[in-house]
Nanobody, 124 residues
């Protein structure tokens, strides 16, 4: 499966962005689809995940209450809606898909397919 991430950009603190992760080659039907981010000089960090088949969602504590992840079956796309953005949210955001055989929802080892990142910059 090939993944493509869209929607990054520059936004002021307190603003909102909606990212997209679209799959081609096959559907997301049995996958978990997660988002991770990496800021300069920092390690990759789990953001959110959705289990496609049942719609269960998981969030990092740092984004809980501000980010909402959802899916559109017709478009085979996952959307993290990011509200109340903070400068600390500035990072390259990447989406990934996998069966989580090798790790949990927040472990990057559990994801087998990765899309290219999209830059999110939150200005003061």
């Amino acid at each position: 499966v090939q993944l493509q991430a869209f929607g990054g950009g520059l936004v002021q603190a307190g603003g909102s962005l909606r990212l997209s992760c679209a799959a081609s080659g096959r559907t997301f039907s049995n996958y978990d689809v997660g988002w991770f981010r990496q800021a300069p000089g920092k390690e990759r960090e789990f953001v959110a995940d959705i289990t496609w088949s049942v719609g269960s969602t998981y969030y990092a504590d740092s984004v809980k209450g501000r980010f909402t992840i959802s899916r559109d079956s017709a478009k085979n796309t996952v959307y993290p809606q990011m509200n109340s953005l903070k400068p600390d949210d500035t990072a390259v955001y990447s989406c990934a898909a996998g069966f989580l055989w090798k790790g949990g929802h927040s472990d990057y080892e559990g994801y087998d397919y990765w899309g290219q990142g999209t830059q999110v910059t939150v200005d003061y």
